[in-house]
């Protein structure tokens, strides 16, 4: 289907008040002399019972040879062709009639049927212009329902929900009330405007799970949701049809697109099936593979509940996007991991929340749950770890001011932000904030610029000490860059680590993220890193007894150690085979599930999703030692420098 568009409708619309007095006018019952012919109403009849039967007895009327009949019988045909969704077929019944019977009566009731037609895809101005002005007192009532419903819709969507508008919703339900098709849909469009819009099946939700009123076009799809629940899979592709017709601009009318596909394919489901998206060849082969041991690892370690179904997405987002399509409408997955490239998960999330499947992303970057409720987060999180270094930093030690130093891209400039939200949510200040070139190699003139030395000539011989009036310092950088840049710090004589210049000063902490969880930010980092901070998730030679039994059966298993990507994939994995197992094949039960499911004996401290479907983590607060990267102890536990001791010498 084409994209709706609304191009040019303004500018063919009347002004609300007119249009609804034209609407209104002339809207009693028709007269003998402009009822269709009694074999043609005798076929229509069928159509209560069997739409298929009157559709046959229809088009043998329309190639008949009672000349009398034959504009009739083309109008209705076509009409129970569009009622039925055949819109080719129904369009061509109409340009049939218009053009065999010019000066015929039911050539304006023609004319409207194309544009309702029309209306399904490309909602134009030309289009509304049609529906606003033909005549239709000849036109069968369903034709008429529809384009009060279209039009009362369009004055709605504009801001005019007038008390004439009000009655063009009610006159639409009365001339719908002969068929239960058009009845629903226009039920269905326009219930926020009718006083009593229930129905048989009009069960779709008017409140959120917040209890805030569902807009018109949300409760509709909420009612194709329903329809796709009950298997009733010829009103789901209904209803998206109306939606895209009524609300063609919408969200909504995108995601009902991607229902109706579920419906056109059968919707297969197969419980415990889940499918698994990783760029298993190229550039991140590596990672994907540790991804996929890891997972496959928690799958047998609880008993092999669930079938993953790998699939390559090439790291590509269209490779995802065609590979989630496939393991949903082909192979029946109720559930999603993966995928792992931000950009593959910026354009499957939309994909995944309008199929209504769950899907766990393994990305830390972005924001994958803003697509909707289908969507989670598996991964650390950026925000995550930035909460947890703000609660220690500021909660724990105290600490209230704060210099930043970033690199300048995606991550420093997201990792930057958050950081000062975190901060002045607990009253704290961001002092002074300088970012640097990350393909540079020497830093020291963002140093001198973090000490506010920039321009300063101090005489020949004396120090120039930073002017440093903040309690820390956050530098969100990997280890290898962030060991540069405290080198380039020190160098420009602020304290760090257990570096002190000649001048002396408190020492100034170094905040970071698991970036610096790496064995080599020891040796790398030398003084000026001692005892620098960062949080992170996992830590394999310290941990309780989860995390001891893990790294015992990851190395059996893979004659390596496990490092936090594959503990994070591992514990993901068991969260989602939990949710699985107690949702079966109903995506939407996995999803609640999903919400609920608590692990017991997590090894990256994952409890669960949270409200933000992001995993609930309890990190780690990690130091760098003088031998090794350890847990995060008061500084009373490390023993300071003694008194008079040199101080060490810059880089």
Known sequence: MRRPTRGGARSARLPGLLLAGLLLTGAGRRGQQDEAPEPVTQAVALAAEDRGAAIAALERLAGGEQAELLPWAKVWAGEQRRLAGDLAVARGWFEAAALDHPTHPVKDAAVLGMALVDAEGTLSGNTIATIQLKDTEVAPDTMRADRLR??????????????KVREMAAQALELASADPVVAERV????????????????????????????????????????????????????????????????????????????????????????GVLLPLTGEYAAASARIKDAITLANQQA?????????????????????????????????????????????????????????????????????????????????????????????????????????????????RDL??????????????????????????????????????????????????????????????????????????????????????????????????????VVEEGADYMRGAMFVDAFLPDQGGPAVTAFVATYQGSFDREPVLLDAVAYDTARVVAAAVMAGGEDRDEIRDQ????????????????????????????????????????????????????PPASPP
């Open 150 to 163: 279209v039009l009362a819709r369009t004055a709605a969507n504009e801001g005019t929900p007038t008390r």
């Open 187 to 274: 039920r269905l469009v326009l219930a926020d405007l009718l006083a009593s819009p229930s129905g048989p099946r009009d069960d779709a939700p008017a409140v959120d799970a917040q209890g805030q009123a569902l807009s018109p076009p949300a409760r509709a799809l909420a009612g194709a949701r329903q329809a796709l629940a009950r298997r009733d899979f010829a009103q789901v592709e209904l209803q998206a049809r109306t939606i895209a017709s009524s609300w063609p601009d919408s969200p909504e009318a995108t995601q009902a697109a991607l229902l109706a596909r579920r419906a056109a394919a059968g919707d297969p489901t197969v419980a415990g099936r889940v």
């Open 303 to 415: 008993g092999n509940p669930l079938e993953l179904v790998f699939v390559d997405t090439k790291a590509t987002a269209t490779t995802a996007v065609a590979e989630l399509e496939r393991l949903v409408l082909e192979k029946g997955c109720v559930a999603l991991v993966g995928p792992l490239h931000k950009d593959e998960v910026a354009a499957a999330a939309p994909i995944a929340q309008g199929l209504g499947v769950p899907m766990i992303t393994m990305t830390q970057s972005g924001d994958p749950t803003a697509a909707g409720e289908y969507v989670f987060g598996g991964f650390l999180s950026l925000q995550a770890q930035v909460e947890a270094l703000v609660a220690h930093a500021m909660d724990t030690l105290g600490l209230r001011t704060f210099g930043v130093l970033h690199p300048r891209n995606a991550y420093g400039d997201s990792a």
């Open 419 to 520: 950081f000062g939200s975190a901060v002045a949510r607990r009253g704290g200040t961001v002092v002074r904030i300088v970012p640097y070139d990350p393909n540079d190699k020497d830093y020291r003139d963002e140093a001198r610029l973090l000490g506010n030395k920039l321009g300063r000539r101090p005489e020949k011989g004396t120090a120039d000490p930073p002017n440093i009036d903040f309690d820390a310092i956050f530098l969100p950088d990997s280890f290898r860059r962030s060991t540069l840049v405290a080198s380039a710090l020190a160098y420009e004589e602020f304290p760090v680590g257990t570096f002190r210049p000649r001048f002396g000063g408190e020492g100034v902490p170094l905040l970071g993220l698991n970036g610096w969880n790496n064995p080599s």
């Open 594 to 645: 999903l919400g609920k499911v608590r692990l017991i004996d997590p090894v990256t401290g994952a409890r669960g999703f949270g409200e933000g479907r992001e995993i609930d983590r309890d990190l780690l607060v990690l130091r760098v030692g003088a031998e090794r990267i350890s847990l995060w102890r008061p500084p009373e536990a490390d023993a300071p420098p003694a008194p008079g001791a």
